[in-house]
C-alpha cells in the first residue's frame, strides 16, 4: 500500500474522529484498533502501523460505492433517503423507509453518516442476537462493552445517546431482525422517544410482515407499526434517467452505450448493482478494445 493510499485513509479517520467527542469513543466504535494507533495514524507517523490496519480501517470508513474511483450520484432515492433521515434526525421522529434491493439506500445512509454528526448506522442481521443488537450499538455510538450484562451496556446506551444534542439510529436491513430483537427495540424506543431519530431501511418485504403480525395480533407488532406512525415511507423506484445520469458521472457518455445499459438493467430492475457491472463491462470493452461477447 502506498504513502498516499494511507493518507487517504487517514484523513478518513480524521473525518471519523471529528464525528465523537472523543479519540476513545471514536477508536471504539471501529473494530480491531486501539486509542494509541488511532493516534499514530493521526500523527501522520504510519512505520509502526500494518498495512493489514489501513486495509481495515479503509474498509470500515470508506463506503464501497466510492472505491475504485466509483462516482455516487445523487439520484431520485439517493436525495428522499436523505432527505429523510435529516427529517428523523432533526424533528427526533421514527419512521421505515422502503425501497427495493439495490436501489442506493444503504449509499445514501453511509454518505448522510460521513457527512453528519451523531448518525449511526446499524448494519441487522437475520442472526442477530438481543445481546448482538445491543453490543452493535453500543460499538456504533463508542461504547466498549467489556464487563457489562446486557442490561447495563442498554441503560449505558441510552444514557450516552440521551446526551448527544441530535442524535440519529438508522437500522439498515431492518426486515431480517427476528421477533424477539423486534420486541427490544420498543423498549429502547420507548427509552429514547423524543431525545433521538430513529429509521430503519428494508425492502417492501417488511410491509406483508408487519401486516401478517398485526393481523395474527402476534406479540410486538402492533406497537411496532405505531411507532412508525402507521405507514411507511416508500422511495420511488429508480430511472432511466438515473442511470443515463450515473453513466455520465463514471465516464460513459456515449448514447448507444448508455442505452445499452439502460436496456440491460431495465431487465433487472434498474438495480444499481447491476448498473455498476454493465459499467465496468462496457469500460472492459473499450480498454481491451475486443467483442463485449469475449468479456
Not at 258 to 285: M, P, Y
Request: charged fraction near 25%; hydrophobic fraction near 40%; glycine fraction near 8%.
Amino acid at each position: 500500500m502506498t504513502h498516499q493510499e494511507k493518507d487517504i485513509i487517514a484523513q478518513a479517520l480524521r473525518e471519523y474522529v471529528a464525528k465523537y467527542p472523543s479519540q476513545n469513543k471514536a477508536a471504539a466504535s471501529l473494530r480491531g484498533i486501539s486509542p494509541a494507533t488511532l493516534s499514530v495514524i493521526l500523527a501522520g507517523d504510519y512505520r509502526s502501523v500494518s498495512d493489514n490496519m489501513f486495509l481495515s480501517l479503509k474498509e470500515q470508513l470508506i463506503s464501497g460505492a466510492g472505491r475504485g474511483g466509483w462516482q455516487v450520484v445523487e439520484t431520485g432515492t439517493f436525495q428522499e433517503v436523505q432527505a429523510a433521515l435529516s427529517d428523523a434526525q432533526q424533528f427526533r421522529n421514527v419512521r421505515w423507509i422502503v425501497g427495493d434491493a439495490g436501489c442506493g439506500k444503504t449509499t445514501a445512509a453511509e454518505i448522510y453518516a460521513r457527512e453528519n454528526r451523531e448518525v449511526f448506522v446499524v448494519l441487522c442481521d437475520e442472526d442477530m442476537r438481543k445481546s448482538d443488537f445491543i453490543r452493535e450499538i453500543a460499538r456504533k455510538v463508542g461504547l466498549r462493552g467489556a464487563g457489562l450484562r446486557i442490561r447495563e451496556m442498554l441503560e449505558a446506551c441510552i444514557a450516552q445517546i440521551s446526551r448527544m444534542d441530535s442524535p440519529l439510529l438508522v437500522f439498515d436491513e431492518g426486515d431480517k431482525l427476528n421477533d424477539n430483537v423486534f420486541h427490544y427495540f420498543i423498549n429502547i424506543y420507548n427509552h429514547l422517544e423524543g431525545k433521538c431519530g430513529i429509521v430503519f431501511m428494508s425492502t417492501s418485504y417488511i410491509e406483508a410482515r408487519i401486516e401478517r403480525g398485526v393481523n395474527a395480533n402476534r406479540k410486538g407488532y402492533n406497537e411496532i407499526y405505531s411507532r412508525i406512525g402507521r405507514r411507511f415511507f416508500n422511495l420511488d423506484p429508480t430511472t432511466e434517467v438515473d442511470v443515463a445520469a450515473i453513466c455520465q458521472a463514471n465516464g460513459i457518455s456515449d448514447r448507444r452505450t448508455v442505452a445499452r445499459i439502460i436496456a440491460s438493467s431495465e431487465k433487472n430492475g434498474f438495480d444499481l448493482r447491476c448498473v455498476k457491472g454493465a459499467i465496468h463491462r462496457e469500460k472492459r470493452v473499450r480498454a481491451a478494445g475486443t467483442d463485449e461477447n469475449n468479456i
